[in-house]
């Protein structure tokens, strides 16, 4: 991490109701990302950023929304839509270079 | 299914050697890496390999790569405690990058 804040490290959603994830670098890397873990399973990506004011969706879009006002935060919304929100969700970012970073994490719970 | 796959489970015993393996599908793919997770938190980058390379080593670590097999290891010497953790491996495919399932490395007194 280093550099990569997530916050909150735990965040509890009740039914019907949308969350934001924060995600902010101070890294200057203009690319940011966000990926779901599941038990068992790789991870999995949800929205990137490769500049402000752009994003595109990932292989598992729906259900999540994202913007990209700023080029130190990428905030991820997990919408009612997402009907399995329970996972660990990571934030991470690009340089130059082809390398990505993680940052420590936010775990979703459903209450 | 996922494009990089990896063994799940590995135990070895304190101060031998540990070998990661692992396939991967797209033979375009510049850099793969390998990264390392303790319980419950993110991803820390541990090494990665360029495409024109063969062998990487970085003190405890040496990666291994066969472009002809798309076979990527990763070899810890001397394994400790602290090593204990799950291992992924993963490649570069254009923006993003696909990871196999994660090999949970259990070190054993």
């Known amino acids: 991490d280093g550099g990569i804040t997530q916050s909150p490290k735990y965040l509890f959603r009740k039914e019907g109701q949308n969350v934001t994830l924060s995600c902010e670098q101070n890294?200057?890397?203009?690319?940011m990302y966000w990926y779901r873990q599941d038990p068992g399973q790789g991870l999995r990506l949800i929205y990137y950023?490769?500049?402000?004011?752009?994003?595109q969706k990932g292989d598992i879009a729906e259900g999540y929304s994202v913007s990209r006002e700023k080029k130190e935060s990428f905030p991820l919304t997990v919408t009612s839509a997402q009907k399995n929100p329970t996972a660990f969700y990571l934030c991470?970012?690009?340089?130059?270079?082809?390398?990505?970073?993680f940052g420590p994490g936010t775990r979703l719970l459903v209450l | 299914g996922e494009d990089v796959e990896q063994s799940l489970f590995l135990s070895v015993r304190e101060g031998d050697s540990s070998v990661i393996n692992c396939t991967y599908t797209?033979?375009?793919?510049?850099?793969l890496y390998w990264y390392k997770q303790e319980p419950g938190a993110g991803l820390q980058l541990l090494t990665y390999?360029?495409?024109?390379?063969d062998m990487k080593q970085d003190q405890r670590l040496t990666v291994l790569l066969n472009k002809k097999d798309k076979h990527l290891s990763l070899r810890i010497a001397d394994t400790q405690t602290g090593d204990s953790a799950i291992y992924f491996c993963?490649?570069?495919?254009?923006?993003?990058?696909?990871f196999g399932a994660g090999t949970t490395v259990t070190v054993r007194a």
């Open positions: 890294l200057n890397h203009d690319a």
């Open positions: 797209d033979s375009s793919s510049t850099y």
């Open positions: 991470a970012t690009k340089g130059q270079g082809e390398t990505q970073y």
């Open positions: 950023s490769q500049i402000v004011n752009d994003f």
């Open positions: 993963a490649e570069i495919d254009d923006y993003k990058l696909s």
């Open positions: 390999i360029f495409s024109n390379m």
